[in-house]
């Protein structure tokens, strides 16, 4: 009954910019639930790009610190992820995930590719 939908990838240039969203459907009270974005590059694992807990509190991969920033707007049953001066080792498929506990909700995933 939960569902994850994002939206926002797409192809952009070196230092370019995207804002990706997520948007959670269905019997969720979303307020107490983590939130993150996870991504998975060709021939890599998939990894934790950035999280926000119910509290707000964020966490940050090294590679994006500076560059990424991730919010929540519990109203909207949204998380963001607005992504600056992007690189081409940005490029993979982003995911979103709505956690708690036990609790595990996975969006579709969303191509961003980031080429001249």
């Known amino acids: 009954q939960v569902q994850l939908v994002e939206s926002g990838g797409g192809l952009v240039q070196p230092g370019g910019s995207l804002r990706l969203s997520c948007a959670a459907s269905?019997?969720?009270?979303?307020?107490?639930?983590?939130m993150g974005w996870y991504r998975q590059a060709p021939g890599k694992q998939r990894e934790l790009v950035a999280d926000i807990t119910s509290g707000g509190s964020t966490n940050y991969a090294d590679s994006v610190k500076g560059r990424f920033t991730i919010s929540r707007d519990n109203a909207k049953k949204t998380v963001y992820l607005q992504m600056n001066s992007l690189k081409p080792e940005d490029t993979a498929v982003y995911y979103c995930n709505v956690g708690m506990y036990h609790l595990s909700y996975w969006g579709q995933g969303t191509q961003v590719t980031v080429s001249s």
């Open positions: 269905g019997s969720i009270f979303i307020s107490i639930y983590a």
